[in-house]
């Protein structure tokens, strides 16, 4: 058998644990014509309708596309948008055990309103405070009662407080305790929190931000030095970053790799990331060379700038590229 689909084989007997930030991301959409008489704002007449799982709920979606088994662990409110998100999930076949609902915090929802295929306005309604001590004691044995079933975690870290420094080093301690890898998608506010990660995977904006880097990452030399920078300080054993048309550098203790992106009629790079992470998840729960983990998320976060939208990956189309490219 090939490996390349012997590999995509493998994926479906995975299961995947994603802790972070889920949410639901709305859309009203619908037509502009004209504008506002009472201000100078346009005016939508709504056709349609939809809501989808944002944040960490979109990688989800990339693991169950791949035949994986997604399990979302997060905290969510006691509210009308908690329940509508536990019934999104139901609908794609995701299991909510992994989901704990809180009286003093708010379900995630972010609103986009279209006119014309054109966003308008958003709308958030969140709260962005780290959990308390109580929520984080139930977020902690929620995750280390699922962990045992799930053979890679993914951090997601939309800066929303579901993550936060208080709880990071233990969570990794627990993969690390059961010689689970464990995969970062991070964000500014815990840059440097993550420490004893298997796969620290930030974009170009990301690191340099985390790093306070002025200077232009314009160069693989000067990509390699951030990463060596980077690696001093997390100890992480793999470094993963993305660099849209530039594609990625994957970097170890040993050796580094520059993956240039694939030619693509890019529609829309939104979702792209939840990609690269999944299917780098995927890699590390399989035990595949690093190479192959690169060529492979690059290659996967490239397809999805092809559809409009966040959208999750297409196996079929991702397996088909493979066998021709590998």
């Given at each position: 058998?090939?490996?390349?689909?012997?590999?995509?084989?493998?994926?479906?007997?995975?299961?995947?644990?994603?802790?972070?930030?889920?949410?639901?991301?709305?859309?009203?959409?619908?037509?502009?014509?004209?504008?506002?008489?009472?201000?100078?704002?346009?005016?939508?007449?709504?056709?349609?309708?939809?809501?989808?799982?944002?944040?960490?709920?979109?990688?989800?979606?990339?693991?169950?596309?791949?035949?994986?088994?997604?399990?979302?662990?997060?905290?969510?409110?006691?509210?009308?948008?908690?329940?509508?998100?536990?019934?999104?999930?139901?609908?794609?076949?995701?299991?909510?055990?992994?989901?704990?609902?809180?009286?003093?915090?708010?379900?995630?929802?972010?609103?986009?309103?279209?006119?014309?295929?054109?966003?308008?306005?958003?709308?958030?309604?969140?709260?962005?405070?780290?959990?308390?001590?109580?929520?984080?004691?139930?977020?902690?044995?929620?995750?280390?009662?699922?962990?045992?079933?799930?053979?890679?975690?993914?951090?997601?870290?939309?800066?929303?407080?579901?993550?936060?420094?208080?709880?990071?080093?233990?969570?990794?301690?627990?993969?690390?305790?059961?010689?689970?890898?464990?995969?970062?998608?991070?964000?500014?506010?815990?840059?440097?929190?993550?420490?004893?990660?298997?796969?620290?995977?930030?974009?170009?904006?990301?690191?340099?931000?985390?790093?306070?880097?002025?200077?232009?990452?314009?160069?693989?030399?000067?990509?390699?030095?951030?990463?060596?920078?980077?690696?001093?300080?997390?100890?992480?054993?793999?470094?993963?970053?993305?660099?849209?048309?530039?594609?990625?550098?994957?970097?170890?203790?040993?050796?580094?790799?520059?993956?240039?992106?694939?030619?693509?009629?890019?529609?829309?790079?939104?979702?792209?990331?939840?990609?690269?992470?999944?299917?780098?998840?995927?890699?590390?729960?399989?035990?595949?060379?690093?190479?192959?983990?690169?060529?492979l998320s690059n290659l996967a976060g490239g397809l999805v700038c092809e559809k409009i939208g966040v959208v999750p990956i297409d196996p079929k189309q991702l397996l088909a590229e493979a066998l021709l490219a590998f």
């Amino acid at each position: 058998m090939n490996t390349i689909q012997s590999l995509f084989d493998t994926f479906t007997k995975k299961r995947v644990l994603i802790v972070g930030d889920v949410m639901i991301d709305s859309y009203i959409i619908g037509k502009v014509e004209r504008m506002s008489p009472e201000a100078a704002v346009p005016v939508v007449d709504v056709t349609d309708f939809d809501q989808r799982l944002g944040g960490a709920g979109n990688v989800a979606m990339n693991v169950k596309a791949m035949g994986a088994e997604p399990i979302l662990c997060s905290v969510i409110g006691n509210d009308k948008e908690g329940a509508e998100l536990q019934s999104i999930m139901s609908g794609l076949g995701m299991t909510c055990h992994g989901l704990i609902q809180s009286n003093k915090r708010m379900t995630t929802q972010k609103t986009r309103v279209l006119g014309n295929n054109q966003q308008l306005l958003r709308i958030d309604h969140e709260i962005n405070t780290d959990l308390d001590s109580e929520d984080t004691a139930s977020l902690e044995q929620r995750f280390s009662a699922e962990l045992v079933h799930c053979d890679v975690v993914i951090f997601e870290d939309y800066n929303k407080g579901v993550l936060h420094v208080n709880n990071i080093e233990l969570l990794i301690q627990l993969c690390i305790d059961k010689g689970i890898p464990t995969i970062v998608d991070p964000k500014k506010s815990n840059f440097l929190a993550y420490k004893n990660a298997t796969l620290f995977k930030p974009n170009l904006k990301e690191i340099k931000e985390g790093l306070q880097i002025e200077k232009e990452l314009d160069s693989n030399a000067s990509v390699g030095n951030a990463i060596d920078q980077l690696m001093r300080v997390l100890h992480n054993q793999i470094t993963l970053v993305t660099m849209s048309e530039r594609g990625v550098f994957v970097q170890t203790q040993e050796d580094s790799h520059h993956v240039p992106a694939h030619r693509r009629t890019i529609t829309d790079v939104s979702g792209a990331g939840d990609t690269v992470v999944c299917i780098a998840a995927l890699c590390l729960s399989a035990k595949t060379d690093v190479l192959t983990l690169a060529k492979l998320s690059n290659l996967a976060g490239g397809l999805v700038c092809e559809k409009i939208g966040v959208v999750p990956i297409d196996p079929k189309q991702l397996l088909a590229e493979a066998l021709l490219a590998f």
